[in-house]
């Protein structure tokens, strides 16, 4: 065993002997028991690394400088006593294990400790040394199985999150019976486990037959930007319905906006693409949106309409753009997710001019398969940075028959 006054790091053997070798924080203000507990130690035949503290303060020192795996804790102490004591530490660091040591007359203050969150407690003069070793191993192992089990509750809370916003930033296609369009829709969050983000989409089809599609992203990452995108996919859908259409659709999304949006700051760009019951023509209004790519049976064409400013910038006017869809072709719109990331040569972004490159390898696929082609490229060369940088989202319409 090291000397209790050692802080020397004791080289790490790997994982398999981590319950035969760890280090220990004593903070113990008291030198007599201090010594009694390398004693105990010693007796225990444990290879264990003991640094002692004697009050919070060095105590808080010692934890700057390297991570104990444990902390053996008098609570009564110059500078911390009770479970003061014990909350500093904590707040020192959340995941570190702690047992605490109590006088013989003060064993309430350990059970009281062990209820705010220490994972056992030693009565001083009743500790056998095979009962400190054992408290000391069993404490890590509770402190590791307590986080693994609030990470698995934090896991299933966001799962059912993302359930919730799922219904309402990715609805299910509400279109006429039989449906004129073919869609694949499809979106990635930026990371796993995480909350879905701002971008949404929705397509709907209106009694006269038109296909109405549209893509929008929310300025940033988290709930409350998301929560702002199922605001403004459910104005769109129900100002379509009620006719609204181009700028007053857009400048009553505006308002949605204004209205709903956690911070002045914030602001979400929109494509709203119109599809024709009678013909293959379509338009598009554009609130400060990318544009779309156009997927035809043998190639890929990038398609930019005149855009106007995003909403939340107090925008008045956004351009009608009047497009023609070749037959067999498809209409693809897409958040910036999809070309924001790494290109895959070092540090350069792979922008709309990469991502239509991509987008031509695969312009042979059919239009399901085409779509997740493109995102796990996109994905793909993302890797090497820790993963895309920001949510996708990719909605994918063709015609399938003119009335």
Known sequence: MRALYDPEPVASTGEASRLQQF?????????????????????????????????????????????????LLDLNLPDASG???LDRVAKRDATMPIVVLTGLHD???????????????????????????????????????????????????????????????????????PPTVDIVAEYRPSRQHTLLGGDFFDFIQTPDGTVHVMVGDVAGHGPDEAALGVALRIGWRALTFAGLRGNERMRQLERVLSTERP?????????????????????????GHPGMLLHGPDNVEWLEPAVGPALGLNGREWPLNQFELPKGSGLLLLTDGLFEGRS???TERLGEHGLLEVAQSYAALPGAQFVNALIDDVEQRAQSVGGISDDIAVVRVERTSVE
């Open 23 to 71: 280090n220990v924080l004593l903070v113990e203000d008291d030198r007599a028991d201090a010594i009694l507990v390398e004693e105990l130690i010693a007796d225990a035949e444990a290879d264990i690394n003991v640094v002692w503290a004697q009050s919070m303060k060095d105590a808080e020192t010692q934890m700057g400088l390297r991570r104990p795996d444990c902390v």
């Open 83 to 85: 479970i003061k004591a």
């Open 107 to 177: 064993e309430h203050f350990g059970i009281s400790a062990v209820a705010a969150g220490a994972q056992d407690y030693l009565v001083k003069g009743r500790v056998e040394p095979e009962t400190l070793r054992r408290a000391l191993l069993y404490a890590v192992e509770r402190k590791r199985a307590e986080l693994t089990a609030v990470e698995l509750h934090a896991s299933e809370l966001r799962a059912r999150e993302n359930a919730r916003l799922e219904r309402g930033l990715l609805p299910s296609p509400l279109l006429l019976d």
């Open 263 to 287: 911070g002045a700051s914030i602001f979400a760009t929109v494509l709203s693409v119109a599809m024709s019951p009678d013909d293959l023509s379509f338009n598009a209004v554009s609130a």
């Open 344 to 346: 895959g040569r070092g």
